[in-house]
């Protein structure tokens, strides 16, 4: 491949362009100002004729390519060209559909695309033609974790795509808890009553699949490398350990019972007849469709209570905070055990809330044909009354205390993830902190998550510098984005599916495996051609860095969200490519700027924000730069153009992988270029992040918490750098934010730097 760069920019004159803009004007920026070899105006650009025209410069030499059309997120498959560094000109949503067609807007309107045409040509001098990842592993093997419901239905999605798949168990046989339960509850129509787990039929079709190899009685004590070329130690319980490679991880590790000797007051621990839904379901498969006798005595069942939310949804120390999803469902099903062996047993369900999510209300309606009873009430206490329970509550329809008696009470308890170490129990994102992180002991525990359980025991044995686990988010469960990537975990290539990362039930965990089986095959897939994954999934460019000017300092390695940079025995940051999700966020944290990639770096941002034309002082046309997340904000100004939302001609907008990819040296370069002001619009960040890239956005907020600083130093008002949360969906407030900002320059003054 050549190494001579050879420019081409193309202005296109559809979807109104034409009319709007004066087009020659912005054919002789990109010559003179933009210094491209070829400049060529096209009446439709993304039309077969327009996309052949650009062809037929690449072929003859182009290998950087300026599209001045529409958004970058728009016409992916018509402007889809290999061998080339492209960038686009946002003419369309960012410009003319932004601004009202009126006189008095049309000069106004052409600077701003005269802006993007002049900043769309500097961003491509800097940047290069990516190339896939040398060090990139091609293994299409899949491990699965787990051998319950969800790991054996990843296992299953997986061969039946044509994958292999070691699916490992620790126990000696496969099921999990599923196949502890007697029956399970419907998931199609008409869910009338229980249905029969499915279990067998699952271990058979595992048994008789040649791509898939089951390891029984076995463990991982160690897991490294990277998607595509992970090596994994299995340990059997005799202590024999045999390394596999694999390309991708599925850990569907599931969960356990909480426990119910934390509910003493519910006479768990005091009577025997006081049991979980787990116990239940053990007498059941021991009737086996006959009367349940309880455990006490051996007496046939007559009367059995339900005790719904029993140490859950609640604020108690040691009681989970969070609902289980399937308890409610699974007490309705338990309670036609008792009905459709004997009609007359009387079954009551005694709830606050209840939730039967899947089947609607006709499981319910079911059980209500079958005469369960169902009392909204908050129960306090169990007791012992001569050979029955006392279940005292307060009936909440009614506002009035009130007690039942049974022969069998079942507390309703919900599900703790098997997670695995909590490696961030202690562990900081602020920049403040990294040198205390640095000294600190990073595989620390968290001895007292909200379940009142403790953590311990490493499920994949990471080697990971970060730690032997994957993060956890809330509760202990594992951290996957619940908005927009399910699955996905800070560990790349390695997926999370089932009760481990959120509370469910079995027909969740089937449809949540299959998803995560799917990830995992495209992680190794793109792992193979040297691509990152999701969501950058395909993007060939991964970061390099100038080792000679490197400080050591850290900040890169420990401010890594996915665990991808490392350290080498002298201290410098040792990146694994393949880890890598391609957000920028150790480039935003190098505080000297050496870490780059080839299509997007501290200077193809830099670039751009000076290539505008800078009104002076006394033009009364003030500039104010946005940093959007091309997540959320960037598609949002989108929509909010498509949708006629007019905001401040004054603005320009340059897309960041992530806020966490932020460089405050762009900050200070805009201050001191004359931008009245800076706008940087990320995700949420927080317990419910809506960051893509997880910690992007919080670690952005965290910089530019100091950014005042460096404003006092240039007597500038702090009101000039601003850093907002917005969501894809807020095509209304970030229109609104851009116009109140104009608002705010018009009220302090002017940039006092213009002109400099």
């Given at each position: 491949m050549s190494d001579e760069k050879k420019t081409a920019a193309y202005i296109c004159k559809g979807c109104g362009l034409g009319d709007?803009?004066?087009?020659?004007?912005?054919?002789?920026?990109?010559?003179?100002?933009?210094?491209?070899?070829?400049v060529r105006e096209h009446e439709f650009l993304c039309n077969a004729d327009g996309v052949a025209?650009?062809?037929?410069?690449?072929?003859?030499?182009?290998?950087?390519?300026?599209?001045?059309?529409?958004?970058?997120?728009?016409?992916?498959?018509?402007?889809?060209?290999?061998?080339?560094?492209?960038?686009?000109?946002?003419?369309?949503?960012?410009?003319?559909?932004?601004?009202?067609?009126?006189d008095d807007a049309r000069e106004t309107t052409q600077e701003m695309a005269a802006d993007y045409v002049r900043m769309a040509c500097a961003e491509i001098k800097f940047m290069s033609i990516p190339e896939e990842n040398p060090e990139h592993g091609s293994n299409k093997r899949l491990l699965v974790v787990g051998g319950g419901i969800s790991g054996m239905t990843s296992a299953i999605e997986a061969a039946r795509a044509g994958y292999e798949v070691i699916l490992v168990e620790k126990t000696g046989t496969l099921g999990g808890m599923a196949a502890q339960l007697y029956k399970r509850v419907p998931d199609h129509e008409d869910y009338a009553d229980p249905q029969d787990t499915g279990v067998p039929e699952m271990i058979a079709e595992i048994g008789a699949d040649g791509l898939i190899t089951v390891k029984l009685d076995s463990t991982i004590t160690r897991t490294s490398g990277a998607p595509g070329q992970f090596s994994v130690d299995i340990t059997k319980e005799s202590g024999v350990t045999e390394t596999e490679n694999v390309g991708a991880i599925i850990q569907a590790s599931g969960f356990?019972?909480?426990?119910?000797n934390n509910l003493p007051h519910l006479g768990y621990g005091k009577s025997p007849d006081v049991v979980d839904q787990a116990g239940l379901e053990a007498l059941a498969r021991a009737a086996d469709g006959g009367a349940i006798k309880r455990p006490s005595d051996g007496k046939e069942v007559t009367s059995v209570a339900f005790i719904q939310c029993a140490g859950q949804r609640s604020s108690k120390k040691g009681e989970l905070s969070y609902c289980s999803g399937h308890c409610c469902n699974t007490s309705i099903k338990q309670a036609m055990y008792f009905k459709d062996a004997n009609p007359d047993v009387d079954a009551t369900i005694i709830y606050t809330d209840l939730r039967t999510p899947g089947n609607g209300e006709d499981f319910y309606r079911s059980a209500q044909k079958k005469r369960v009873i169902f009392t909204k009430g908050e129960v306090s206490e169990?007791?012992?009354?001569?050979?029955?329970?006392?279940?005292?509550?307060?009936?909440?329809?009614?506002?009035?205390?009130?007690?039942?008696?049974?022969?069998l009470v079942v507390l309703a308890t919900g599900q703790v993830p098997n997670s695995g170490v909590n490696i961030e129990a202690a562990t900081p994102v602020s920049v403040d902190e990294v040198e205390a992180a640095a000294e600190a002991d990073e595989s620390r525990i968290n001895t007292e998550v909200d379940t009142g359980?403790?953590?311990?025991?490493?499920?994949?044995?990471?080697?990971?510098?970060?730690?032997?686990?994957?993060?956890?988010?809330?509760?202990?469960?594992?951290?996957?984005?619940?908005?927009?990537?399910?699955?996905?975990?800070?560990r790349t290539g390695i997926y999370t599916t089932g009760p481990v990362r959120r509370p469910m039930d079995i027909a969740q965990a089937k449809e949540d495996a299959t998803g995560a089986a799917l990830k995992a095959i495209q992680a190794i897939e793109n792992s193979s051609l040297g691509r990152a994954a999701h969501p950058r999934s395909g993007d060939l460019s991964y970061p390099d860095f100038r080792k000679e000017n490197c400080t050591q300092c850290k900040r890169c390695t420990v401010e890594c969200p996915f665990g991808a940079i490392d350290e080498t025995e002298d201290g410098y940051p040792l990146f694994n490519e393949s880890r890598c999700r391609r957000c920028g966020t150790c480039m935003g944290a190098c505080p000297v700027r050496?870490?780059?990639?080839?299509?997007?770096?501290?200077?193809?941002?830099?670039?751009?924000?000076k290539a505008v034309d800078m009104p002076d002082e006394f033009d009364e046309k003030p500039r104010m730069l946005v940093l959007a997340c091309e997540n959320d904000a960037y598609p949002a100004i989108d929509m909010a153009g498509m949708n006629g939302k007019r905001y401040s001609p004054y603005v320009r907008i340059v897309p960041v992988r992530c806020l966490g990819s932020v460089n405050t040296i762009w900050i200070s370069d805009a201050m001191n270029s004359g931008y009245d002001m800076v706008m940087l619009m990320g995700c949420k960040h927080g317990d419910d992040y809506q960051c893509h890239f997880v910690k992007g956005s919080e670690l952005a907020n965290i910089r530019m918490s100091k950014i005042g600083d460096t404003l006092q130093t240039l007597n500038l008002e702090p009101e000039r750098v601003v850093d907002y949360e917005v969501a894809i969906t807020d095509i209304d407030r970030i229109p609104q934010l851009i116009n109140d900002a104009a608002e705010i320059i018009e009220n302090i003054g002017m940039n006092p730097f213009k002109g400099f």
């Open positions: 709007r803009l004066d087009c020659t004007e912005l054919t002789t920026i990109a010559e003179k100002e933009g210094k491209a070899e070829i025209m650009i062809q037929k410069d690449i072929d003859e030499g182009a290998n950087r390519i300026i599209i001045n059309a529409c958004s970058r997120r728009a016409k992916t498959e018509a402007f889809n060209f290999e061998n080339v560094a492209m960038t686009r000109a946002n003419l369309r949503e960012g410009v003319i559909w932004s601004q009202p067609d009126t356990t019972n909480y426990d119910a169990v007791t012992t009354s001569g050979d029955e329970l006392e279940v005292k509550f307060n009936d909440l329809i009614l506002n009035e205390d009130t007690a039942m008696n049974a022969d359980t403790v953590q311990e025991v490493s499920v994949l044995n990471l080697t990971y510098r970060q730690g032997k686990d994957l993060p956890h988010l809330r509760h202990g469960f594992s951290d996957s984005h619940f908005i927009c990537f399910p699955y996905e975990t800070r050496i870490i780059s990639f080839a299509n997007y770096s501290v200077d193809t941002v830099g670039a751009q924000l």
